[in-house]
């Protein structure tokens, strides 16, 4: 059993900035990759960013220069530093993480990530 812990979710301003980070543990003895989807409402899950074990990043293009990816592989802990936030990135935001099984895969195939966090809330509002 894996477990994703997610925190640094809330409410902020438009133009302003949160972190996200995300823990993984239990039975997973090497992380792949790790990343974040996001899921606004009425909307389908969308990739925001993921960062494989080497450091491999990608990104959505409507988040590109303001978003930035990062990890660290020995706490098996992802982070997603968020500026310049804007409405249009409201949304739940989920972790998930893929294991060794899928080295080789593309980072940006959804379908490779086995382990999804529950998600948290991220509004941007005035």
């Known amino acids: 059993q894996v477990q994703l812990v997610e925190s640094g979710g809330g409410l902020v301003q438009p133009g302003g900035s949160l972190r996200l980070s995300c823990a993984a543990s239990?039975?997973?003895?090497?992380?792949?990759?790790m990343g974040w989807y996001r899921q606004a409402p009425g909307k389908q899950r969308e990739l925001v960013a993921t960062?494989?074990?080497?450091?491999?990043?990608n990104y959505a293009d409507s988040v590109k220069g303001r978003f930035t990816i990062s990890r660290d592989n020995a706490k098996k802990t992802v982070y997603l530093q968020m500026n310049s936030l804007k409405p249009e990135d409201t949304a739940v935001y989920y972790c998930?993480?893929?294991?060794?099984?899928?080295?080789?895969?593309?980072?940006?195939?959804?379908?490779?990530?086995?382990?999804w966090g529950q998600g948290t809330q991220v509004t941007v509002s005035s």
């Open positions: 998930a993480c893929r294991s060794y099984f899928w080295m080789g895969r593309s980072q940006k195939e959804e379908g490779t990530y086995d382990y």
């Open positions: 239990g039975s997973i003895f090497r992380v792949n990759a």
């Open positions: 960062i494989t074990s080497g450091g491999s990043t």
